[in-house]
C-alpha cells in the first residue's frame, strides 16, 4: 500500500463520483464528520463533570451512541458515492472494459434488489417508531430517565439513508448502461 491509499485526511471528496448526487453526498461527509468531534466532546464533558465535579449527566451517554450510530449509518451512502465499497478488485481489475460495464451493471441491479428490501423493512421499522397503533404520531424513546426520541430518529436515517442508495444506484446502473466501453482502455467509470 503506497503512502497514497494512506492518506485519507487530504483526499478529494469528488474522488470517485460518478454523479451530482454522489459529489453531494461526499461533500456532506466533512460536515457530517463533526458529529464524532462532538461526540467526543461531551463524552470529555461528561468524565469531567462525573469526576471532577461529582455531577453525573443523563443525556451524555444516549447521545453520544445517537451521533455515533447516525454517522454510521451516513457511511452506507457516502462509501458508495466515492465508489468505496467492497468489491473483488483482483478479479475487477483483470478484466475488460466491456466486461467491467457489465459488472458494474450486475452490481447496480442487484444493490437497488437489495436496497428495495431494506427500503420496506425501514420503512415499517420508521412507521412503529414514530405512530402509535392507531395512527397518532408518537416518537418512540429510550425508556430511560431522560427518554429522547433517538431510537425513532435512527431508524428514520436508516430510511433515508437506504432510499438515498436505491438513488444512487439507479443512476449507476444508468451510468453503466450508457458507458461507452470502446474508447476506455483503463477501466475508468
Known sequence: MSDADLDLVDEDPDAGTRSRLDRLVARSATVLSW?????????VYEVIARYVFDSPTLWVHESTTFLIAA???????????????????????AVSPAVRRWLDIVNSVIAMIFFAGLGYAGWVLAWKATHTPSGDIRFEGTGTAW???????????????????????????????????????????
Open 35 to 43: 458529529a464524532i468531534f462532538v461526540a467526543f466532546a461531551i463524552s
Open 147 to 189: 427518554n429522547p426520541p433517538t431510537p425513532a430518529l435512527l431508524k428514520i436515517i436508516i430510511l433515508i439513508c437506504v432510499v438515498l442508495m436505491l438513488f444512487q444506484s439507479a443512476i449507476h446502473l444508468v451510468k453503466a448502461i450508457r458507458r461507452d466501453v470502446s474508447q476506455d482502455t483503463d477501466g475508468d467509470r
Open 71 to 93: 454517522t454510521f449509518l451516513i457511511g452506507g451512502p457516502i462509501a458508495l458515492a466515492r465508489d468505496k465499497h467492497i468489491r473483488v478488485r483482483m478479479i475487477y481489475d
